[in-house]
């Protein structure tokens, strides 16, 4: 079937570091999303990229789609301890619809 | 307020009672869909609804029944259930299939099964 891989699973860093999580598609996806899970929460949706080569940013965070669609980036400049949790991306295929295929997820913790 | 909810939030059964997890939405969403979601595995699709008795298997159905009598319910049922399906559940609801919107996820159902 049709899968999202995401790397890497955990990620333990120093507050003020950056951090990056990734996603892979083997097939073109026609957008991709992104979720934030907080420890005992439920994952909370970030942002949406529609357009190939499309850059977002939402303060410190980084979205990226990439040119041929299959990829993407989360990108945190100068982690905080309010960041740590699990980042999900989440993909939809062309032709599937509204489903969304979620990727296995990067947990973050930060240290102080 | 805009929201998911699910209940209950945590549920221990024995091999084979039948149990219901409830999901209702108040936002007048088409789509709803329900995960479990395990350690290393991600958030895997269950069953989907894209609208009243309108549902469709996803990606790892075997276990599970739903239903959708009602636009704003969509219950996840387990006839028989066994250890395997200890996980942690999520509904989730969006404007519509040919919306490519945002998903609201419910607070979640921890289930254990011994």
């Known amino acids: 079937g049709q899968q999202v891989m995401q790397i890497p699973q955990y990620q333990h860093v120093q507050e003020g570091e950056d951090f990056t999580t990734y996603c892979n598609s083997s097939?073109?996806?026609?957008?991709i999303q992104w979720y934030k899970q907080r420890p005992g929460g439920h994952p909370v949706f970030l942002i949406q990229?529609?357009?190939?080569?499309e850059v977002k940013k939402q303060k410190r965070l980084t979205f990226q789609f990439g040119e041929a669609k299959k990829n993407s980036s989360l990108h945190i400049t100068a982690t905080q301890t309010t960041d740590v949790g699990t980042y999900f991306c989440?993909?939809?295929?062309?032709?599937?619809?509204?489903?969304?295929?979620f990727g296995t997820g990067t947990q973050l913790k930060v240290e102080l | 307020e805009a929201q998911v909810t699910q209940n209950p939030r945590y549920l221990i059964t024995v091999t084979g009672k039948k149990l219901t997890v409830t999901c209702s939405q108040n936002?007048?969403?088409?789509?709803m869909s329900w995960y479990r979601q395990d350690p290393g595995l991600g958030l895997r699709q269950i069953y989907y609804?894209?609208?009243?008795?309108?549902?469709d298997k996803g990606d790892v159905p075997e276990g599970y029944k739903v239903s959708r009598k009602e636009k704003r319910n969509f219950p996840l049922i387990l006839e028989s259930p066994s250890p395997n399906q200890t996980s942690l559940y999520f509904c989730a609801s969006s404007v519509g299939p040919k919306g490519y919107t945002e998903a609201f996820f419910g607070q979640g159902t921890r289930l254990t099964v011994v």
């Open positions: 989440a993909g939809r295929f062309t032709g599937g619809g509204n489903k969304l295929t």
């Open positions: 990229l529609v357009k190939s080569g």
């Open positions: 936002m007048n969403h088409e789509y």
């Open positions: 609804s894209m609208n009243v008795e309108v549902t």
């Open positions: 097939t073109t996806l026609s957008n």
